[in-house]
């Protein structure tokens, strides 16, 4: 049984920093994709960054673009994604997901697999 389980998710004023965990255990990703989604309160869940394990090859949503930062830890079979310059909008739960293959631009979150159960992020205006 494929688990994902967020860690990191906090309170953080704007312009701070945070970086997201997702430890993942019940497979090994080296050919799958793995990547974060958010969803704020009464809106619907958006993409925000993916990574291939297998070739590091990424992808961001372009709100996030050069201010977060998805990366893979194989050894832990942990994904992290930092995240710099934060702002309000950022305010979201963040969740941690996994889909089978290489998905290089997958943004449509009905398409993948496995997901976690989520990690709550707070930038106060």
């Known amino acids: 049984q494929v688990q994902l389980v967020e860690s990191g998710g906090g309170l953080v004023q704007a312009g701070g920093s945070l970086t997201l965990s997702c430890e993942a255990s019940g497979r090994t990703f080296s050919s799958d994709t793995v990547g974060w989604f958010r969803q704020a309160q009464g809106k619907e869940r958006e993409f925000v960054a993916l990574i291939v394990w297998s070739d590091y090859n990424t992808h961001y949503a372009d709100s996030v673009k050069g201010r977060f930062t998805i990366s893979r830890d194989n050894a832990k079979n942990t994904i992290f994604l930092r995240m710099n310059s934060l702002k309000p909008e950022d305010t979201a739960v963040y969740y941690c997901?996994?889909?089978?293959?290489?998905?290089?631009?997958?943004?449509?979150?009905?398409?993948?697999?496995?997901w976690g159960q989520g990690t709550q992020v707070i930038v106060p205006s």
């Open positions: 997901a996994a889909v089978r293959g290489r998905s290089y631009y997958y943004t449509d979150g009905l398409l993948w697999d496995f």
